[in-house]
């Protein structure tokens, strides 16, 4: 039967068109409606659209009985007259059984539906969303493109500065987590250290990545280093934060790197005598830290992104500037000039320091590209050939 | 930054007898004396914004730059690097690269008044109500987070994490599908032309440089308000966006990674670009796309508990109400963040299970 698709369409259509429906319909008095009582009402919706997918389904079966029939007829009718019977290799391959598949898609679609009713969020508020986005951004492009007064250039150099503190955040971060993390990375390595200290070193470094960034912040760190802009003591809480949550995951991905070292080097330089720091140091280290500097370049990237939540929560950075209650959205009415150069400063700056790791990291990654000259027949003597690729130490 | 380069070079010699080892050469002169020129030229620079002095940004305006207080430190530790990466014969690559992370690393932390800082932690565990609050974060008040109600509503806080969780997985889906439409056109792969290609991948950057606090705050605006039920769309949509640009990255790297055997089986066949992707890309990509899924899920989770500080529902918003009067006691913070753990733990743990049976 070649109406898979058909069925699948009419499923995923009729689910999507329940949920949109009841969702614009829909309109929970949230703070007096209880979210368990919302995902129940979820739930019942779901299960009208699954019973209307398999209704669709259903149909769909009995409306193709006549051509099941007519196959069957076809592929027996070899049996009976002794004409010509399709060999087991003649045939098509049996299309596999998508019962599973579609079970799972359509159990997707009811979490979803449950779920989004349970948010209680009311889709009619999307309805008037376009006209704003179109007046507010004219706004903010209006804000970007003019020629900067005295409030605008205020603007500007605020907006940079928040986003250099931000970027100074995450360096910090960077660096503190890179320092503690190559150690960790080298002891939870199965390959380099025995299994007393691989097993608990696994267990912490997974209980620091299960540890969110704000819960660092808010915890430990705001209280021990303080609240605020930077002079208060806020950005380097903040850094602090990103560093200790960048080690989590920093390790582990040092630590596969160093399980997949090539075994070659090791046993040399155990065979010439080397103790294990020395077998590190010559023969661990100059295969991985190519690939180490990466990780921690792109984690910097990464850090520039989380350090705007922990500015939200008082440490310093962009995410104080803009944040309510005394950032840019905590006045009304909003300012959309000051917003729109504020995000405009904001993708500039990092994009730039995404662009620059990015080439950073290729040229660590895949050494320099050479640029093929045209060699004149005089000077190949005079070329020195290229030095092998090789690794900082 | 390839150090230490030239010593393979050195075996082509002939092996010397016992002690003599052949040492690495000395680098060339001139690229030090170069690397020298440019830490006194940082000097220069952070001598000049020295004291917060602003800095001309052309037309913009002025940026305080926050130079170094005592820029004359910094100017002998960069020597000093550069001497050591000297003796032991570093390549001049690598001792620029030493150098910059020294001239970075001294401007961010004076940035952020590192030394002053650590200066002051003992002073203030000693005083002030720092003790205070690390014994209230450790020990939390558990019933305040079954049995008490969300201040001034009926809602209950657990109810809280209900609502944070189901944005994650409405933001996670519906994320992920429009991630998923996206990397197929933003990798040259599966793309109708170069053009769309570029253009798609221009505006993934561009919505993935936008922070995810900044997306909940622009569309809380959008939508007009902060009250109760909007803030949920509002935190969803900024999810969203945030997956999206996830999703589309990783996932339009992992099909220009593709093997080419089925892309040219497809066109061999004789199928349109549509037909190509369904049959050739999507089966290829999907066990990739299904961890990232989970992956972006476990994201989320911690996104929107964080999310809530800006003013949106979820537990988060409880949260940054607790934080708020915090002077009443550190309890019911250490509740909420002790139970954050333990959540993005259950999740993690479930991801794990899903990812080992599906893939």
């Known amino acids: 039967m070649s109406h898979g698709y058909k069925v699948s369409a009419a499923i995923v259509g009729a689910v999507l068109l329940a949920a949109g429906g009841f969702l614009l319909t829909y309109a929970p008095a949230a703070e007096s409606s209880d979210v368990f009582s919302r995902m129940m009402w979820g739930l019942a919706i ?59 898609l359509i159990m997707i679609g009811v979490l979803f539906i449950s779920s989004a009713a349970g948010t209680g969020m009311t889709l009619s508020a999307l309805l008037e969303m376009p006209a704003r986005i179109w007046d507010f951004g004219l706004q903010m492009v209006g804000g970007v493109a003019q020629v900067p007064d005295e409030q605008a250039r205020g603007n500007w150099s605020s907006a940079f500065d928040a986003m250099l503190e931000s970027v100074a955040i995450a360096w910090i971060g960077t660096i503190v987590g890179a320092i503690f993390s190559l150690p960790c990375g080298i002891l939870a390595a199965r390959n380099m250290t025995p299994l007393a200290t691989y097993i608990p070193m696994r267990f912490i470094l997974s209980v620091i990545r299960a540890v969110p960034e704000i819960v660092f912040a808010v915890a ?91 500015g939200a929560l008082g440490a310093g950075g962009i995410g104080r500037l803009i944040s309510p209650p005394n950032g840019l959205f905590g006045q009304r009415p909003y300012d959309w000039e000051a917003i729109g150069i504020t995000l405009f400063v904001i993708i500039a700056i990092t994009m730039l320091v995404d662009q620059t790791s990015g080439f950073v990291r290729h040229r660590v990654i895949h050494g320099k590209t050479v640029k093929q000259k045209k060699q004149k027949p005089g000077d190949l003597a005079a070329q020195e050939p290229d030095p092998p690729k090789s690794v900082a130490v | ?112 008044h590192f030394i002053d800082r650590i200066a002051e932690v003992p002073g203030r565990l000693t005083g002030g109500n720092t003790r205070q609050q690390l014994v209230g974060y450790f020990n939390p008040d558990w019933s305040y987070l079954f049995l008490h109600n969300v201040a001034g509503t009926s809602r209950p806080i657990w109810g809280e994490w209900l609502i944070t969780l189901c944005m994650a997985v409405v933001a996670t889906i519906i994320g992920c599908f429009i991630g998923l439409l996206l990397a197929m056109l933003a990798s040259p792969v599966s793309s109708f032309n170069k053009g769309t290609s570029q253009t798609i991948k221009a505006i993934n950057s561009v919505v993935r440089s936008i922070p995810d606090v900044a997306w909940a705050l622009l569309f809380a605006a959008f939508i007009g308000g902060t009250a109760y039920g909007l803030g949920a769309l509002a935190a969803v949509l900024a999810l969203i966006m945030f997956n999206i640009g996830i999703v589309a990255k990783l996932l339009s790297e992992s099909i220009d990674a593709i093997q080419p055997g089925p892309l040219e089986a497809a066109d061999a066949a004789g199928a349109n670009l549509i037909q190509r992707d369904r049959v050739a890309v999507l089966p290829a990509v999907m066990p990739s796309f299904i961890s990232y899924s989970l992956y972006v899920f476990e994201l989320n989770i911690r996104a929107s508990a964080a999310l ?16 708020g009067r915090m002077s009443q006691g550190y309890e019911n913070v250490g509740a909420i963040l002790w139970a954050l753990v333990f959540v993005v733990l259950l999740v993690d743990l479930l991801s794990l299970s899903i990812r080992r049976k599906l893939l």
């Open chain 2, 308 to 323: 809530g500080v800006v003013g949106v529902a979820g537990i988060g918003g409880e949260l940054s109400r607790q934080i």
């Open chain 1, 220 to 310: 430990i760190f705001i209280p021990l280093l303080g609240v605020g802009p930077a002079d208060r003591g806020g950005a380097m809480a903040g850094a602090f934060a990103l560093g200790i949550s960048s080690i989590g995951t920093l390790s582990k991905l040092i630590s596969e790197s160093i399980e997949g070292v090539d075994r070659g080097p090791l046993e040399a330089s155990r065979a010439a005598g080397a103790s294990h720091i020395q077998v590190i140091r010559w023969a661990v280290l100059p295969q991985v830290l190519p690939e180490v500097i990466a990780i921690w370049l792109y984690r910097f990237e990464v850090n520039i992104r989380a350090s705007a939540i922990l």
């Open chain 2, 1 to 112: 930054m390839s150090k230490a380069v030239t010593k393979r070079s050195d075996a082509a010699a002939p092996p010397a007898q016992g002690q003599n080892r052949p040492k690495p050469p000395t680098p060339k002169v001139p690229p030090y004396l170069g690397l020298v020129v440019l830490a006194v030229a940082i000097f220069g620079f952070f001598f000049w914004t020295w004291e917060g002095t602003a800095v001309l940004f052309f037309p913009l305006g002025d940026t305080v730059l926050w130079a170094p207080r005592d820029p004359l430190i910094g100017l002998i530790i960069m020597i000093l690097a550069l001497l050591i990466c000297w003796k032991l014969r570093v390549t001049p690559m690598g001792a620029f690269g030493g150098l910059a992370i020294i001239a970075i690393t001294y401007w961010a932390g004076s940035n952020i």
């Open chain 1, 46 to 104: 779901g299960a009208g659209a699954f019973a209307l997918a398999l209704t669709i389904y259903g149909l769909a079966y009995v409306g193709t009985r006549k051509q099941r029939t007519q196959a069957q007829q076809r592929s027996d009718a070899g049996h009976h007259q002794g004409g010509y019977t399709p060999d087991r290799l003649d045939m098509r391959p049996v299309k596999p059984v998508k019962f599973w598949y579609n079970m799972a």
